[in-house]
Nanobody
Framework: QVQLVESGGGLVQAGGSLRLSCAAS????????MGWFRQAPGKEREFVAA????????YYTDSVKGRFTISRDNAKNTVYLQMNSLKPEDTAVYYC??????????????WGQGTQVTVSS
């Protein structure tokens, strides 16, 4: 398995932007599909975005399409989530995950500890 560490969360006003990063350990990062998930208080964890091993294919949940962009840099063992036009309903703990199949139904087997994103109205 791979160890994942998220960073970049914080407090931002509605309409603002944040970029989350997820750094992975090891030399096999490029063999993993990567995903971002989030969990708001009192709610179940939900899929946000995912990216294929090469970075060619990306997947998004409908509520973030056009506002969030997932990307990866395999040379830096890092996956990013650029979040623009943030809304209060985006407030959650954001987790990155590694698996073999990208997308909301992927088999993610390694998870980071999460980073808090809070969007004020």
């Amino acid at each position: 398995q791979v160890q994942l560490v998220e960073s970049g969360g914080g407090l931002v006003q509605a309409g603002g932007s944040l970029r989350l990063s997820c750094a992975a350990s090891g030399r096999t990062f490029s063999t993993y599909a990567m995903g971002w998930f989030r969990q708001a208080p009192g709610k179940e964890r939900e899929f946000v975005a995912a990216i294929s091993r090469s970075g060619v294919s990306a997947y998004y949940t409908d509520s973030v399409k056009g506002r969030f962009t997932i990307s990866r840099d395999n040379a830096k063992n890092t996956v990013y989530l650029q979040m623009n036009s943030l809304k209060p309903e985006d407030t959650a703990v954001y987790y990155c995950a590694a698996g073999s199949v990208p997308g909301p139904g992927g088999d993610y087997h390694s998870w980071g500890q999460g980073t808090q994103v809070t969007v004020s109205s």
